[in-house]
């Protein structure tokens, strides 16, 4: 349905109960350490993920090139979330690999469930957004499972959820408690934007640097027509 694969482009794919619009930029290159995938599963949910390796531009995408086929096998197993994460953990710190991961699950009916490990990506949506900074996939010992870290959410009810990479934040790590501050602003801001403008209305508010960047956002609608999945734009 969708994947990035660290280069850049944009859209909006519908297929119904779901519509998923997302933006990738990789910086100054062809390819960036940045991946966005999106794609339905047998149980009719839509499993997501949003990833930022360390570095960007060529550096992150030599990431990919030396994780993407152990990442893809993991991902496309659909264990659960939980076990996903910690096995990709594991493999990460064996390689001496670093990464920020949020992945997650809308269901039909609006139940949601994601994990987000990183300071690099943050959900909006589904309440409050994620405000946690904590250490990369790779530097994780399962031993300090916690919220230091590790983000393990559960939500009902939920329309629409976004998913943005710290690109968007400018220096993250300069003035950590204005940059939760940002990811709250942007997460009003987003609320109630179009999927098609998500990426526009991004621009406006944040604080764009020199880095990747990656936006996911998925909303349910249903309407009368016979499901399609197609692009737009």
Not at 26 to 54: H, N
Not at 195 to 223: H, K, Q
Request: aromatic fraction near 10%; charged fraction near 25%; glycine fraction near 16%.
């Amino acid at each position: 349905m969708i994947d990035s694969l660290g280069g850049p482009g944009s859209g909006v794919v519908v297929r119904e109960p779901f519509r998923v619009a997302w933006y990738s930029r990789p910086s100054g290159g062809e390819r960036g350490g940045d991946r966005i995938a999106a794609a339905p599963d047998p149980e009719g949910g839509l499993r997501f993920y949003v990833a930022d390796a360390t570095g960007h531009g060529e550096l992150g995408a030599g990431f990919w090139r030396r994780n993407a086929a152990a990442f893809d096998e993991a991902w496309v197993a659909r264990g659960d979330l939980r076990s996903f994460v910690l096995g990709m953990n594991d493999r990460l710190a064996a390689a001496g690999e670093q990464l920020c991961l949020a992945a997650g699950r809308l269901d039909p009916a609006g139940g949601l469930s994601f994990v987000v490990h990183g300071y690099g990506v943050h959900v909006l949506g589904a309440g409050p957004p994620v405000r946690r900074f904590g250490p990369k996939l790779g530097w994780f010992e399962s031993s300090r499972w916690g919220p230091g870290g590790y983000v393990e959410h559960v939500a009902t009810g939920v329309r629409r959820v976004i998913v943005i990479s710290d690109g968007w934040l400018g220096d993250d790590f300069a003035d950590p408690p204005a940059t939760l501050r940002l990811v709250e602003a942007m997460g009003e801001a987003l609320r109630d934007v179009p999927l098609e403008d998500l990426a526009a209305r991004a621009f406006e508010i944040g604080d764009v640097r020199d880095d990747d960047l990656s936006l996911l956002g998925t909303e349910l609608f249903s309407s009368r027509a016979a499901p399609v999945d197609r692009l737009l734009g």
